[in-house]
């Protein structure tokens, strides 16, 4: 027995492949949800998800009361792959740069809760801020 993709994943796939084609691009809009839904007789849940996968894995933008663009460069994020700011950045091509804005050491026995779970930090710790920029921007 053959078991079938979800049917969200293949019109992903569909949206996707015609920007890598070069059919959409940068800064092209996307279908929206409502050509989607038309097109691919969707449900508007269906239809949202389909736009909210396409923009989680960097190929598109999107931007409120304007629509969803392909992105300039696509940084591909998968929960698979997680590549560090500068490695992603090179990759796509820009130039990455960081700007420290702030660095102190806490207080030792300094915790913390992340993400619902509990830290206890022992010996120092060094909280840094700092701005990410590709390209000076």
């Not at 700011?85 to 796509?92: D, H, L, V, W, Y």
Request: hydrophobic share 35%; net charge positive.
């Amino acid at each position: 027995m053959t078991q079938s993709l979800p049917k969200y994943f293949t019109i992903c796939q569909k949206i996707i492949s015609r920007i890598k084609q070069g059919k959409l691009l940068p800064g092209m809009r996307i279908p929206s949800e409502h050509e989607i839904i038309a097109r691919y007789r969707v449900s508007n849940t269906t239809a949202r998800k389909i736009l909210q996968e396409i923009e989680d894995t960097g190929w598109a933008v999107r931007i409120k009361g304007k629509g969803t663009f392909v992105r300039t460069a696509n940084v591909e994020r998968t929960a698979t792959r997680i590549l560090g700011f500068t490695r992603n950045m090179i990759e796509a091509g820009y130039t990455p740069s960081t700007k420290v804005l702030g660095a102190r050491t806490l207080k030792t026995g300094y915790s913390a809760i992340v993400n619902d779970r509990f830290y206890a930090m022992r010996g120092p710790v060094y909280a840094i801020r700092r701005l990410r920029f590709a390209d000076d921007v």
